[in-house]
């Protein structure tokens, strides 16, 4: 058979499976000589597994239908490497397949560079995705991307009841630190407060830094007994967080949600106004406290 032709040409009988003719491409990218292949098994120049394919899947096919393309096999070189390449078969009608053989190498190459590429876009949405859904200097949740997370928890309760409660706080202290010791004091000192509420709180929860100043948690099938303890372990965290002299307090508002047949947009609204309104009075009674919304 011509080597000259840029693909691999080969001929075996369809009944004992023997190779009777290769090209000198097949030679060349296997690496063997004609004795090596002649007379020979096709399961010496084909893999397992392709040989399990074409056992199973490709031969009856052929003897069906007489022809078969662009069948991805793998082939053994000398040397005992695996190649992988596509293949057309087809039969005669006798005895005789003949197979036109093409090296996938470079197409398998670029076939990789394509997954990698995907691959890498993918992490690279993600990653964007955190940093729109992320407050940069916390690692929180932002506002807006806390917002979604809440309505979506407040929707699921609707269908399948949980007790959810919200939680809004305020570092008393933050302000004072502010204007005495710098911004970078102040930033740091919420960095803190956010590791703190990251050990505190539930993964199940939305914690979120809702403004400059203010840190807000949505607690997922917590009672406001348990909500309060959370708090209270918070708070006793924070209390070890120091900022040259100064030690911190929170002033802390809860609320518990009522979901009873209204919109997640209305509920949530409703919600944080109370959750103020607690908060307000934790901070008029002297800071440093936790009230919850009595209804």
């Given at each position: 058979?011509?080597?000259?032709?840029?693909?691999?040409?080969?001929?075996?009988?369809?009944?004992?499976?023997?190779?009777?003719?290769?090209?000198?491409?097949?030679?060349?990218?296997?690496?063997?000589?004609?004795?090596?292949?002649?007379?020979?098994?096709?399961?010496?120049?084909?893999?397992?597994?392709?040989?399990?394919?074409?056992?199973?899947?490709?031969?009856?096919?052929?003897?069906d239908q007489g022809i078969h393309s662009e069948l991805q096999l793998t082939i053994k070189t000398h040397e005992g490497h695996r190649l992988p390449i596509v293949a057309n078969v087809r039969y005669d009608?006798?005895?005789?397949?003949?197979?036109?053989?093409?090296?996938?190498?470079?197409?398998?190459?670029?076939?990789?560079?394509?997954?990698?590429?995907?691959?890498?876009?993918?992490?690279?949405?993600?990653?964007?995705?955190?940093?729109?859904?992320?407050?940069?200097?916390?690692?929180?949740?932002?506002?807006?991307?806390?917002?979604?997370?809440?309505?979506?928890?407040?929707?699921?309760?609707?269908?399948?009841?949980?007790?959810?409660?919200?939680?809004?706080?305020?570092?008393?202290?933050?302000?004072?630190?502010?204007?005495?010791?710098?911004?970078?004091?102040?930033?740091?000192?919420?960095?803190h407060l956010a590791d703190a509420m990251g050990r505190v709180f539930r993964s199940v929860d939305v914690v979120a830094r809702w403004s400059e100043t203010k840190l807000m948690v949505m607690c997922y099938?917590?009672?406001?007994?348990?909500?309060?303890?959370?708090?209270?372990?918070?708070?006793?965290?924070?209390?070890?967080?120091?900022?040259?002299?100064?030690?911190?307090?929170?002033?802390?508002?809860?609320?518990?949600?009522?979901?009873?047949?209204?919109?997640?947009?209305?509920?949530?609204?409703?919600?944080?106004?109370?959750?103020?309104?607690?908060?307000?009075?934790?901070?008029?009674?002297?800071?440093?406290?936790?009230?919850?919304?009595?209804?």
């Open positions: 058979m011509d080597a000259e032709f840029p693909c691999g040409l080969m001929i075996t009988d369809l009944h004992d499976r023997h190779i009777l003719q290769v090209n000198g491409y097949i030679l060349d990218m296997t690496r063997c000589d004609e004795s090596a292949l002649l007379g020979l098994p096709l399961s010496v120049l084909l893999s397992k597994a392709s040989m399990i394919f074409m056992e199973s899947y490709v031969y009856p096919s052929l003897l009608g006798e005895r005789h397949v003949y197979w036109s053989i093409f090296s996938a190498v470079e197409r398998d190459k670029l076939y990789q560079e394509l997954i990698d590429a995907r691959d890498q876009l993918e992490e690279q949405a993600i990653r964007l995705n955190e940093l729109a859904s992320t407050d940069a200097l916390t690692g929180l949740f932002n506002r807006r991307a806390a917002e979604s997370r809440m309505l979506g928890m407040l929707a699921k309760t609707l269908r399948v009841f949980a007790p959810l409660t919200l939680v809004v706080i305020e570092i008393d202290q933050l302000e004072s630190i502010r204007q005495q010791l710098g911004q970078s004091s102040a930033d740091a000192v919420l960095k099938d917590a009672t406001v007994e348990v909500t309060h303890q959370l708090c209270d372990d918070l708070n006793n965290i924070a209390e070890s967080i120091t900022a040259e002299g100064f030690s911190l307090t929170l002033s802390i508002g809860v609320v518990s949600l009522s979901t009873a047949k209204n919109q997640p947009e209305d509920i949530l609204a409703s919600a944080i106004s109370r959750a103020d309104a607690a908060l307000y009075i934790s901070v008029a009674s002297g800071r440093g406290q936790i009230t919850v919304f009595e209804h």
